[in-house]
């Protein structure tokens, strides 16, 4: 424990601290995935036909949606296509061209080295992909190296599918914010994951083994899981305990 001249607890220094900046909107490459900001004339039908393929249920823990027509849908891309925060990208498979899913940074504080993840919305296509995990890591992997300490990812508390995801790629679950928001009429509490700067350097190794092309068969199927490489750094950092919620 680290005490001041006062003898009062205080928190580790962090030496030559500077702010993160804030995250150019560019485009991220890499594993056949791109991660490019969000266009509507070139993404928006792509992602209307790519959500389309969903009866409506993706878009329960959102606060929009889901959109009666194509022409209310490009509208909210372009509402959020000009927003700065959150700062909105379209994911791309790199091999076919095609838009198949959203994803923004939000909440980003440069002064204190805080971004969050969020606004996922993975189409059927993208859902359980080896695409899908490549987005994450490469918007992940830009933030970290951006020189942000602390990467959020949040969700509505019933969003089970949204907590398996974080845990599985290795965030540490924090808690519940209850009665955090009122969304679409409804109470919601927010569950808080996150990962940090130093526990980076293994995720990273851990990812880009899950991610390596000799991982997958000619099917596409995986031959290691990537939740079994990042539930051993979990219990490494935290004495064995494990760190998710009974959901």
Known sequence: MVLNEF????????????????????????????????????????????????SGALWTYFAEGPFASQADFLAYLAQRAAANDPQFYAIVDATSGLALGLAAYLRIEPA??????????????????????????LMMQNAFALGYRRYEWKCNALNAPSRRAALRLGF???????????????????AWFSILDGEWPALSAVYAR??????????????????????????????????DSPL
């Not at 485009?27 to 959500?51: I, K, M, Y």
């Not at 990537?226 to 979990?234: A, G, K, M, V, Y």
């Open 7 to 54: 003898d009062q607890p205080v928190g580790d220094l962090v030496p030559n601290w500077q702010p993160a900046p804030f995250p150019p909107h560019v485009t991220l490459s890499g594993w056949d995935c791109r991660v490019e900001p969000l266009n509507p004339a070139a993404h928006g039908a792509a992602l209307w036909q790519a959500f389309s393929e969903d």
């Open 112 to 137: 204190v080295g805080v971004i969050e993840v969020g606004y996922l919305h993975f189409s059927p296509a993208l859902q359980g992909t080896r695409l899908a995990t490549a987005a994450m890591v």
């Open 172 to 190: 540490q679950f924090e808690g519940v914010f209850r009665q955090a928001r009122v969304s679409k009429g409804r109470n919601r509490d927010t």
């Open 210 to 243: 899950w991610l390596a092309a000799d991982n997958f068969d000619a099917a596409g199927q995986q031959r290691l899981a990537l939740s079994s490489l990042t539930q051993s750094i979990d219990r490494e950092l935290n004495n064995g305990v494990r760190t």
